[in-house]
Nanobody, 123 residues
Framework: QVQLVESGGRLVQAGGSLRLSCVAS????????MGWFRQAPGKEREFVAA????????LHADSIKGRFIISRDNAKNTVYLQMNTLKPEDTAVYYC????????????????WGQGTQVTVSS
């Protein structure tokens, strides 16, 4: 089992920045690929970014490419999502997830999920 706890979400003005964190406990964090997903009101959950167990490979959704960056610190059992130049359409609940197999962009690939953290971007 892996427990994931996200933090860092809050209300921010458009153009601002936030850094989300996700701390993992339980099984060996460094053996998991990690991902960030988000769900806006009335919409399905969508892929944001993913990172391999070593941090050597990353994936970013086209909608956030160039603005968001995923990273991880295996010594701290933490994965981060640095979000810059935020837009109102980035408003969503952001979830981190753990994949024991390999880096991927599909929800079904991830076995463990956090409870989410709310990000609200005002215009």
């Amino acid at each position: 089992q892996v427990q994931l706890v996200e933090s860092g979400g809050r209300l921010v003005q458009a153009g601002g920045s936030l850094r989300l964190s996700c701390v993992a406990s339980g099984r060996t964090f460094s053996s998991f690929a990690m991902g960030w997903f988000r769900q806006a009101p009335g919409k399905e959950r969508e892929f944001v970014a993913a990172i391999s167990w070593s941090g050597g490979m990353t994936l970013h959704a086209d909608s956030i490419k160039g603005r968001f960056i995923i990273s991880r610190d295996n010594a701290k059992n933490t994965v981060y999502l640095q979000m810059n130049t935020l837009k109102p359409e980035d408003t969503a609940v952001y979830y981190c997830a753990a994949d024991p197999k390999t880096i991927g962009g599909q929800e079904y690939e991830y076995d463990y999920w956090g409870q989410g953290t709310q990000v609200t971007v005002s215009s």
